[in-house]
């Protein structure tokens, strides 16, 4: 193992991850029901990772001002392919590597906002944990003066194969365009897998690999494709989208009607000739903002996770490990009381459905992608 690389495991920490490494390396479930050594963890819990989909809000408003189903569809495009740096490198850039987030409570819940600024409105973020077993989340988002909202939820289906540890991720989001005859222009946006490297050395990061998808109610598709970094060299983070047309099999030898492609963690440009840029996210984000820990309810993220984060950013992982397990041992007893007294848990913001029929519209554009697939539809509480 290099120098640099053994450095990434705290010296307190070797032990406890030789063991964590030599269990991966023979397991073959699910490892989400592996515990890792409290360095590796991040102190931000799963419930906090939607708010990635929004740290560019202007993005996120502008799609409301395409003038047709073209231009929306690139203005959807162009967002989302910009959402994907904050979602997959950042804690790279924050914490030197990728960290395995909290396994989030059943029932926890994580609100925040983007404000006004330049007339773009104001957008609105709403997550509740809405399954631990396997750890499901849902999400809205909503820019109410625009007339645009994404609703959606997200699972991992996680094993460990060739020393990296593989994510397909499951779920899918559904973003709605609130159009001036007041007709709804719906978008359905799959999500891509993961890979992730680095394990054995302590030093994580993601890749995309494979390909995802997003589909418009108006016909229009993109087919975005992901290639990281080969084992001789490359540039990571790398894709590239065809977009296509109604009536076009974007899964044929049709010629897209736009081509983009590029570094979705830098800048990407059209494959029109000319080489315009088309996202450049090299410069700041904006985080969510959430109201103080001490106006928070029990239930929010930040405020049930305080003592857990505490201690993984100062390094006291001792303290940290103390406060997750007393955390992870009262939800236990409180999912056996629930058994016992024949009262599950009600979810508070969203009614699960079994089959979505936004996706079952959508997804019959594409190939490659199941017909059917459940979903998570928002309310709001009385």
């Not at 515990?35 to 740290?55: D, G, K, N, Q, R």
């Not at 820019?143 to 593989?166: C, D, E, M, R």
């Not at 857990?308 to 397990?325: M, N, Y």
Request: proline share 6%; glycine share 10%; net charge negative.
């Amino acid at each position: 193992m290099p120098a640099d690389e053994q450095d990434a495991v705290p010296s307190g920490q070797k032990s406890s991850w030789g063991a964590f490494i030599k269990q991966l390396a023979s397991f073959t479930g699910d490892i989400y029901s592996m515990t890792a050594p409290p360095f590796i963890l991040s102190p931000v819990s799963l419930t906090e990772f939607p708010a990635y989909w929004c740290e560019r809000p202007q993005l996120f408003a502008d799609i409301a001002g395409g003038k047709d189903p073209e231009e929306r569809m690139l203005l959807v495009l162009k967002w989302f392919i910009s959402t994907l740096k904050g979602q997959y490198t950042t804690r790279n850039e924050k914490m030197g590597s990728e960290k395995k987030p909290l396994n989030p409570v059943l029932g926890e819940q994580f609100f925040g906002h983007w404000p006004d600024y330049n007339g773009r409105g104001q957008t609105e973020l709403v997550v509740e944990q809405v399954s631990h077993h396997p750890p499901i989340t849902a999400y809205y988002i909503e820019n109410a003066s625009k007339g645009i909202a994404l609703q959606g939820h997200s699972a991992q289906k996680i094993n460990f194969s060739s020393g990296a540890i593989i994510v397909r991720q499951v779920g899918h989001a559904i973003l709605g365009v609130k159009l001036p005859d007041q007709t709804v222009e719906k978008y359905l946006i799959t999500l891509p897998r993961l890979r992730i490297d680095g394990i054995f050395y302590g030093s994580p990061y993601i890749e995309l690999t494979d390909s995802s998808y997003i589909a418009s109610s108006a016909g229009w598709v993109a087919n975005i494709d992901y290639k990281g970094k080969g084992y001789f060299g490359g540039k990571s983070h790398q894709f590239k989208a065809n977009v296509f047309g109604p009536g076009v099999d974007s899964a044929g030898t049709a010629t897209p009607k736009h081509v983009i492609d590029g570094l979705w963690h830098e800048v990407s440009k059209t494959n029109n000739g000319k080489g315009e840029v088309f996202t450049d996210v090299r410069g700041p984000k904006e985080e969510v903002t959430v109201k103080p820990i001490e106006e928070q309810g029990e239930w929010e993220s930040r405020n049930l996770w305080q003592h857990v984060g505490k201690g993984i950013r100062t390094g006291d992982f001792e303290a940290a490990s103390r406060e997750k397990s007393k955390i992870e041992n009262e939800q236990r007893q409180r999912r056996k009381d629930e058994l016992a007294a024949n009262t599950p848990w009600k979810l508070k913001y969203f009614v699960h459905v079994e089959s979505d029929p936004d996706y079952e519209e959508l997804a019959s554009l594409l190939r490659g992608v199941q017909p059917t697939e459940d979903g998570y539809v928002y309310q709001s509480p009385a």
